[in-house]
């Protein structure tokens, strides 16, 4: 599978690449999460997508589940004259 300028560029400064019959949502997570042990160093050096990249996916990663709908209410029973 090729994979983007700003993967490679990712995996490369994680040293990061996908676990044989790892899904492509677990590996993204992982290396969303390698990505918050780097150095400011490293981080600085990263381009714009990349740390655009990285932001947005660490954020979805933290939300907490969202909240069902809640349940409907029973219907109140006319009476019909």
Do not use: H, Y
């Amino acid at each position: 599978m090729a994979v983007s300028k700003t993967e490679s560029e990712l995996r490369r400064v994680t040293r990061l690449k996908p676990n044989r019959g790892e899904t492509r949502q677990a590996f993204l997570a992982r290396l969303a999460t390698a990505m918050t042990k780097i150095s400011n160093t490293v981080w600085g050096s990263l381009s714009d997508r990349a740390c655009r990249w990285t932001n947005d996916a660490i954020q979805i990663i933290n939300r907490p589940k969202i909240a069902d709908f809640p349940k409907p209410r029973k219907a109140k029973k006319r009476n019909k004259k």
